[in-house]
């Protein structure tokens, strides 16, 4: 708690503030309706109508911008949290929120079986190794891991986003510990929290740029 103040309000008690609010706003003009008619029976409403028409469509805009945002708030917050047990472990990583393709997710059953992915992850890039991770009821959870040495190429590839639109992942070729090939690809998100993919374009060239000279000096 702040000194000499209130705790900041959680986004639950903002979204019920809002909520009781408009359900506030709702209740009076429906009372001053009631008001008016039991007074005034023969007064023209249409322009009341209009008015409750108004407020009801802004209420209802406002309280789906409310659950909108309180799930973009909700959903960075796990990323987040992920990102901070991920950085516990091993402080100097650096992380990129992502989302797993197809073809990840039939990887990581392979190698873990009864073990799904979920539709964020994090990749965590470090001096060794590439790890992907996920949070699993709050637990941090590494999914894959990938040595640099092991690792033949990165790049660029066309694949539909979990959406159906038109993406564009990024590719890691690496050998197994067993010596198979395999390929490991998963979508960039543009932020924590966020589902919105990243484009081909300069970002993902200079995310490919930067883990292909970690494979290198790896």
């Known amino acids: 708690m702040r000194r000499g103040g209130h705790a900041p309000w959680s986004t639950a008690r903002k979204f019920a503030a809002l909520r009781w609010t408009i359900v506030g706003v709702w209740a009076a003009l429906l009372a001053v309706r009631i008001v008016v008619v039991t007074t005034s029976p023969d007064t023209d409403l249409v322009w009341f109508g ?38 516990r472990i091993d402080p ?34 470090g001096a060794t ?34 959406t159906g639109a038109r993406g564009t992942a990024v590719v890691l070729h690496h050998v197994r510990m067993d010596d198979t090939p395999a390929v490991a690809t998963f979508f960039v998100r543009s ?3 966020s589902r919105r993919m990243v484009g081909r374009g300069p970002r993902l060239e200079r995310l490919v740029a930067d883990l292909a000279r970690e494979r290198i000096v790896a």
């Open 50 to 87: 209009i008015t409750e028409a108004v407020a009801i469509a802004v209420g209802v805009a406002l309280i789906l911008f409310a659950l909108v945002r309180a799930r973009g708030v909700r959903l960075r917050r796990e990323d987040e949290a992920l990102a901070l047990a991920i950085r």
């Open 92 to 125: 100097t990583v650096w992380l990129v929120p992502a989302a797993p393709t197809e073809e990840l997710r039939r990887s990581v059953a392979d190698l873990r079986p009864g073990l799904a992915l979920g539709d964020r992850v994090t990749w965590a890039f």
């Open 129 to 162: 190794e590439a790890s992907l991770w996920e949070l699993d009821e709050r637990r941090a959870t590494r999914m894959l891991v990938i040595r640099w040495s092991r690792m033949v190429h990165v790049g660029l590839e066309d694949e539909r986003t979990p």
């Open 191 to 193: 932020g924590p929290g």
